[in-house]
Nanobody, 113 residues
């Protein structure tokens, strides 16, 4: 599965961004999809995930601010990020579990204070 993330950019603290991840196969056939992020000098961490059954989970640090969703018409995984903080600055990656794990190229999110 090929994944392509987009939507990153530079935003001021308190602002919003919406990330999208396009896939080369029907994402509704996947077991799960998720967003990870990696800040400089830190390990990659799970941000949010969604299962085939539409169950979602979030890192404590983003609960109430980020929303993960899937768009059937566009076949994309999305991450709506609101109330962004400087500590959200990282490269964001989408991940798909379709029976094996695939990663997309990251998209940079920079939040200025």
């Amino acid at each position: 599965v090929q994944l392509q993330a987009s939507g990153g950019g530079l935003v001021q603290a308190g602002g919003s961004l919406r990330l999208s991840c396009a896939a080369s196969r029907n994402i509704f056939g996947f077991r799960a999809m998720s967003w990870y992020r990696q800040a400089p000098g830190k390990e990659r961490e799970l941000v949010a995930g969604i299962s085939a059954g539409r169950d979602t989970n979030y890192a404590d640090s983003v609960k109430g601010r980020f929303t993960i969703s899937r768009d059937r018409a566009k076949n994309t995984l999305n991450l709506q990020m609101d109330s962004l903080k400087p500590e959200d600055t990282a490269v964001y990656y989408c991940r798909a579990d379709s029976g094996w794990v695939s990663w997309g190229r990251g998209t940079q999110v920079t939040v200025s204070s």
